[in-house]
């Protein structure tokens, strides 16, 4: 039982394309997120979403829309991509917004060329 | 703004030695403090979450400790194996304007040698 999931696990895509990453959590929780880790393996959160809610947006840039359309989903939409946007993105899960441990996703990795 | 860091980027041990991985951080009072392990294309995955009232916290051959005044957490493997080697990361957890967030340092990579 896979408790976050993350479509595709590989996105190779040119400048200026527009694409997708899926995610979906089967724990129940109310709370998720997207992060971004870059090739040196810094790891920064870019959304956080309690109950449908977007509750955080870590100054990213507007090419970047989440949308959770229930509870057990938050999709990360990503428009006019750029060679920046290489990183691996995991989407996490957690039962509250803090003081609890986060569930993380396997990640995509997204390269852009 | 917040900054996390942990002590090396990269600290090699003997199996059987007892690792010890330190995470400083400024300007910033975390309400908790995690550590999380990661494995070479995976997610994190939690380890422990120590409160900030808490001075010590234990699992198994994990310990961790949260000295607020020193603005410090050391996180320790005992009697370490090479199945420890991995990437370990702390994370601040906000409180207030902050709350929802988790800020990551960079990481430091454990290596277990037979």
């Known amino acids: 039982d896979t408790a976050v999931s993350q479509t595709p696990k590989y996105l190779v895509t040119q400048m200026g394309n527009d694409k997708s990453i899926k995610c979906e959590q089967n724990?129940?929780?109310?709370?998720m997120y997207w992060y971004k880790q870059d090739s040196k393996k810094f790891l920064k959160i870019m959304f956080s979403?309690?109950?449908?809610?977007?509750?955080i947006n870590e100054t990213v840039p507007n090419r970047f829309s989440p949308k959770s359309p229930d509870k057990a989903h938050l999709n990360l939409h990503i428009n006019s991509l750029e060679l920046g946007d290489s990183a691996v993105y995991f989407c996490?899960?957690?039962?509250?917004?803090?003081?609890?441990?986060?569930?993380f996703g396997p990640g995509t990795r997204l390269t852009v060329t | 703004s917040q900054k996390i860091e942990q002590n090396s980027e990269a600290l090699n041990i003997q199996e059987g030695k007892t690792a010890t991985l330190t995470c400083n951080y400024t300007?910033?009072?975390?309400?908790?403090l995690q550590w999380y392990r990661q494995d070479p294309g995976r997610g994190p995955v939690f380890l422990l979450l120590?409160?900030?009232?808490?001075k010590e916290k234990r699992k198994e051959r994990l310990k961790v400790t949260f000295d607020t005044t020193l603005k410090q957490s050391l996180f320790h493997i005992t009697a370490s194996q090479p199945a420890d080697s991995a990437t370990y990361l702390c994370?601040?957890?906000?409180?207030?304007?902050?709350?929802?967030?988790?800020?990551f340092g960079r990481g430091t990579q454990l290596t277990v040698w037979p």
């Open positions: 996490a899960s957690s039962q509250a917004m803090a003081g609890s441990e986060q569930y």
């Open positions: 724990l129940g929780h109310d709370t």
């Open positions: 979403y309690n109950n449908k809610e977007l509750i």
């Open positions: 300007n910033y009072s975390p309400a908790y």
């Open positions: 120590i409160r900030e009232n808490e």
């Open positions: 994370a601040l957890d906000g409180r207030g304007s902050t709350l929802g967030r988790l800020y």
